[in-house]
């Protein structure tokens, strides 16, 4: 195994790490508009990721920075094509952040308000983005000799993307609402379990959909191991839930993801970015890569710092492993100017 | 193509309002970590409540402003991808791993702990509480340090060679990168200003309080912080300059050069003060110097030759082949101008400040305060400044506030401008690294969008920000007073509100 496959491989648990962590984040940004039925409520579920979903952020930038150091050509060409949605996104991921902070730091109706709207759609839309933009990598985009894409912004809605995009937004819902059940107390721990048996059907039937797209297309014998394991995680998933073992139902969800997100890479690789001009022109793990030397340097730092990077980051999680409800958020609207 | 238009020109145009506008938080965030963990250590140490209570406010202000840090972060990070693809290809090799390394190491300890450190009031015994804070100090320094050495590449590449083959750079010594002069002395200068920046915005914000005879415990406190902050800070800031200076004259002669409009070559060089000049004809047809000084400033000899423009523009011809190889020069003479003037302004003010308020015992018995009274401000021993003149020192003192912010946004002005037309110092030209894929639309609607929106936030934070200032640090609570001794908060009252929710 070269360098220039593990480090696909580490790029491949970076997303995985961000879609299992900020999945959930989107998820509950999402389920403020679907499950929660007034401002306590919302707020509650707002405090199930408070302290956690900036840190949960990170696995986006060092998925996008650790794609620069290693596979400069990949990072380019995604970047530079992908344009206008990833353009979408950022605006969604300031605002969104920003919304997090300020929302309760005025006890005004109107801003309140406008904030949480502003959470809602900044959740869903690149939660719905990220399918899309992986639907193309997967699929294949229109890119040159000089891997420039030279596709337009329509290129990217085709039908394979936006069931992508259908996938992570249901997918991420269903693991919001689970993540939810396992957080919270009270009635809406209840209603959570509920509607995470909705919309994991749904999420099911995409999914399902999706990933024998995928194989059909481009997959092979290990991808069809990825494909059945996030299949059967799903299904089990629903049933845990169904019999409210949360912990479980958590864990599988975030099982559905890893599995989705390495069947996906399985079916991509030994390409980054194939093309659908010229299969020479086509990004592989070779082509797109960094030196050796730039790539020793950067394994060397992730072997080292990624290992101390969970620990701490999943001391937090026990640190703020209680569970809320609406008692425990104060009552006066301004309960974040307080302190 | 309209050249205003250009695709170059727009994406240029979005680095620098991107950046500068980043880094109106950066060099807050930076310092007031610190100075937060330092007043919540103060309280851990001490017990007294002026402390914890100076800790909230500032903790507060610190947290409204990471907030945009944080996701106007995000963009700087990859607009080097949407609009520098070719840049990426060529130099990413290199230039990607400090960035990672960034990510990797000094962005997940900022957030993580930031979270704790927010929502673990009631969560945390004291000590570890107080532990995350430093952790988020200490984040911050990396990442700042991690991209400083990153722009400091392209200011002055080391440790790479051109592989012609595969037609880009490659890494081939990254302890170079990271430990190379130009990265120590900018990291050095730029931690420095950070300080200073966050030192003014404590002067300022005391100040406004202490004028109003409101909060004065907490306000006496934070403002001789913030006074002995800007005054050691602004010193390493001037001697952090000098070094950077001198750093590069040697390595970019050229913007060194246009910093001080000198056209020709001259020995010994005047250091100039103001100048007026002819562009097109490459000379200055008004200009106010002080002779020789320019030459220690380059070389710490008064009588050294200093190259000029027009010398540094046909070596680099001679060097790179026919061209222009000259910045904006006005940019450059008065951005530099800018940058020192406004950063030993609000030095000078801090020092006056910290003799005017100096400590009781240097002072005659009938002016000593007691800790519940503002300060008389004291020019000589038995003679305070005059009472028309004392709400004029308050008022100045707030505005100190924001010359830091224009210096430091003057600084990066110079030093990216003053590269041009280089994106990396003689390996690759700005005009060659923009996105050749991106439409001159596409770079057009994401410029507009980002300032538009950077535009509205700005009012936003700004509003937010005089809302907690005036509100003054807040009254504790029991919770405050009896911090958990378990990590995970307390049992006992399973059903009680948390100390902190959004």
Known sequence: MELHDVWFVLIAVLWTGYFFLEGFDFGVGILTRLLARDRAERRVLINTIGPVWDGNEVWLLTAGGATFAAFPEWYATLFSGFYLPLLLVLVCLIVRGVAFEYRAKRPEENWQRNWETAIFWTSLLPAFLWGVAFGNIVGGVRIDRNFEYVGSVGDLLNPYALLGGLVTLTLFTFHGAVFTALKTVGDIRVRARRLARWVGLVTAVAALAFLLWTQADSGDDKSLVALVVAVAALVIALVTNQFGREGWAFALSGLTIVATVAMLFLSLFPNVMPSTLDSDWSLTVTNASSSPYTLKIMTWCAAIATPIVLLYQGWTYWVFRKRIGTQHIAADAAAGTAH | ?502
């Open chain 2, 1 to 502: 193509m309209d050249l205003a238009l250009a695709p170059e020109t727009l994406a240029r145009w979005q680095f620098g309002i991107t950046t500068v506008y980043h880094f109106l938080f950066v060099p807050l965030t930076i310092s007031l970590a610190a100075l937060t963990a330092g007043l919540q250590t103060a309280w851990v140490r001490t017990e007294k409540e002026k402390y914890l209570r100076a800790t909230k406010f500032w903790g507060k202000l610190f947290l409204i402003n990471i907030a945009m840090g944080v996701v106007t972060g995000i963009v700087q990070e990859f607009q080097f991808g949407m609009n520098w693809s070719d840049y990426s290809r060529f130099v990413g090799d290199i230039f990607g791993a400090p960035l990672a390394f960034e990510a990797l190491i000094a962005f997940f300890f900022e957030s993580t702990f930031i979270g704790l450190w927010i929502f673990g009031w009631d969560k945390l015994p004291q000590k570890i509480h107080l532990a995350c804070i430093w952790m988020v100090s200490i984040g911050t320094v990396l990442s700042a340090y991690f991209i400083l050495a990153a722009n400091s590449w392209m200011q002055h590449p080391v440790g790479y060679r051109i592989d012609k083959a595969k037609g880009r750079a490659e890494l081939t010594d990254f302890w170079a990168v990271l430990t190379q002069n130009t990265a120590l002395s900018q990291a050095f200068h730029t931690l420095s200003a950070a300080f200073l920046t966050g030192g003014a915005f404590m002067v300022g914000i005391s100040a406004y309080h202490l004028a109003r005879k409101k909060h004065i415990r907490e306000m006496k406190t934070s403002l001789r912080l913030g006074l002995i902050t800007v005054v050691i800070a602004g010193l390493l800031t001037s001697v952090s300059g000098d070094v950077l200076g001198k750093v590069m004259f040697k390595q970019q002669p050229m913007k060194m050069a246009a910093a001080e409009a000198l056209w020709d070559g001259r020995q010994p060089a005047p250091f100039s003060i103001f100048a007026y000049g002819d562009v097109d004809k490459g000379h200055n047809t008004v200009a106010v110097e002080i002779p020789g000084l320019l030459s220690f400033l380059a070389d710490d000899n008064f009588t050294s030759y200093v190259p000029g423009i027009n010398d540094v523009n046909r070596a680099e011809q001679q060097k790179f082949g026919p061209g222009d190889y000259r910045p904006n020069i006005p940019v450059a003479f008065w951005g530099f101008r800018w940058m020192i003037g406004f950063g030993m302004a609000s030095f000078a003010i801090g020092l006056a400040g910290l003799w005017l308020t100096r400590k009781k015992f240097m002072l005659a018995q009938h002016l000593r305060v007691g800790d519940d009274e503002v300060p008389h401000l004291v020019v000589f021993r038995n003679k305070t400044l005059g009472p028309k003149l004392t709400p004029w020192y308050w008022r100045i003192a707030v505005w100190t506030l924001a010359f830091p912010l224009i210096a430091n946004s003057w600084g990066w002005i110079f030093t990216e401008m003053g590269r041009q037309p280089w994106a990396v110092y003689g390996v690759l030209q700005t005009r060659d690294a923009v996105s050749p894929g991106v439409s001159q639309g596409e770079v057009l609607l994401s410029m507009t969008v980002f300032t538009a929106l950077y535009a509205i936030l700005a009012v936003v934070e700004v509003k937010l920000l005089a809302k907690y200032v005036k509100a003054g640090p807040p009254e504790l609570t029991e919770a405050d007073l009896n911090p958990p001794t378990k990590i995970g908060g307390d049992t006992r009252d399973a059903d009680k509100p948390m100390a902190f929710s959004y």
